[in-house]
């Protein structure tokens, strides 16, 4: 003959339960703090460095640089992005986010260059549009003779 024993789960203590929570909300909120103040430091105002000696020339009957025979087509090369901004006139900018460092692309219909990681925008000047950039990108000089374009 068996013999059934009704045996009930033991429940934790409240003492115990709340000592458990206790420090898993103490973990959590630690965690979360360091998460958030690393995030701020990484946002903090700092300017990253441009292209230096910048010094080089593209061929625009070359079809790599095709598009930079229409307004609104642009290249980037050596961390300068390059822009056509009308017949046989060409803007140079660092390509380089002044926040983080990215790599900005070129919004032909906006006129605008746009920062990726953290939605910096600047104008085809290069002045800070809005965003977390501290500073403009560089400019560079241009010269154009026959088909072949120097940046410098």
Do not use: W
Not at 25 to 34: E, L, V
Not at 70 to 82: A, F, H, L, M, Y
Not at 110 to 133: A, D, K, M, Q, T
């Amino acid at each position: 003959m068996s013999v059934l024993i009704n045996r009930k789960k033991r429940e934790p203590s409240a003492a115990i339960v709340n000592r458990r929570e206790f420090i898993l909300s103490s973990c959590a909120f630690c965690g979360a703090t360091a998460l958030g103040v690393s995030m701020l430091e990484s946002c903090k105002k700092s300017s990253v460095a441009s292209p230096q000696n910048v010094n080089f020339t593209l061929d625009l009957s070359s079809s790599s640089n095709a598009v930079l025979n229409t307004k609104g087509g642009s290249v980037i090369q050596d961390n300068v992005v390059v822009i056509c901004t009308g017949p046989s006139v060409f803007v140079a900018l660092s390509a380089i986010c002044t926040h983080a460092g990215c790599t900005v692309s070129y919004s032909s219909s906006r006129n605008e260059l746009i920062c990726p990681c953290h939605g910096g925008i600047y104008s085809i000047s290069g002045s800070v549009v809005s965003g977390p950039p501290p500073s403009g990108l560089a400019t560079y000089k241009t010269s154009l003779n026959g088909k072949i374009l120097t940046v410098t």
